[in-house]
């Protein structure tokens, strides 16, 4: 079994800064590709960014593509997403998710059912 727990997430304004952090506890060898999703109310769950296990690719939705940041670091079992530049619209529920499998491939790394551990989500709002 693997659990992921994030944290970070909180409320601030539009043009604010804001890191979130995964940590990943269990059976974690076999994991692969780690992310973040979001789902604002009334809406879809929509991928956000991914990151493979070595790190040396990274992801990202065209929302926010060079304002989000998405990291990791295999030694403490963590996986980080730095965002700036906040706008309403990224007000959500932010989930990491792992994988199974390790993707070197945007389709699939962007697929909710590409990843089989959830975690229970930090809720980021971003108002004025």
């Known amino acids: 079994q693997v659990q992921l727990a994030e944290s970070g997430g909180g409320r601030v304004q539009p043009g604010d800064s804001l890191s979130l952090s995964c940590t990943v506890s269990?059976?974690?060898?076999?994991?692969?590709?780690l992310a973040w999703f979001r789902q604002a109310p009334g809406k879809e769950r929509e991928f956000v960014a991914s990151?493979?296990?070595?790190?040396?690719?990274?992801y990202y939705a065209d929302s926010v593509k060079g304002r989000f940041t998405i990291s990791r670091d295999n030694a403490k079992n963590a996986v980080f997403l730095r965002m700036n530049s906040l706008e309403p619209e990224d007000t959500a529920v932010y989930y990491c998710?792992?994988?199974?499998?390790?993707?070197?491939?945007?389709?699939?790394?962007?697929?909710?059912?590409?990843?089989?551990?959830w975690g229970q989500g930090t809720q980021v709002t971003v108002s004025s």
């Open positions: 269990g059976r974690t060898k076999g994991i692969g590709n």
């Open positions: 990151i493979p296990k070595n790190g040396d690719t990274t």
């Open positions: 998710a792992a994988s199974g499998t390790i993707y070197y491939s945007s389709d699939f790394a962007s697929r909710d059912q590409s990843y089989y551990y």
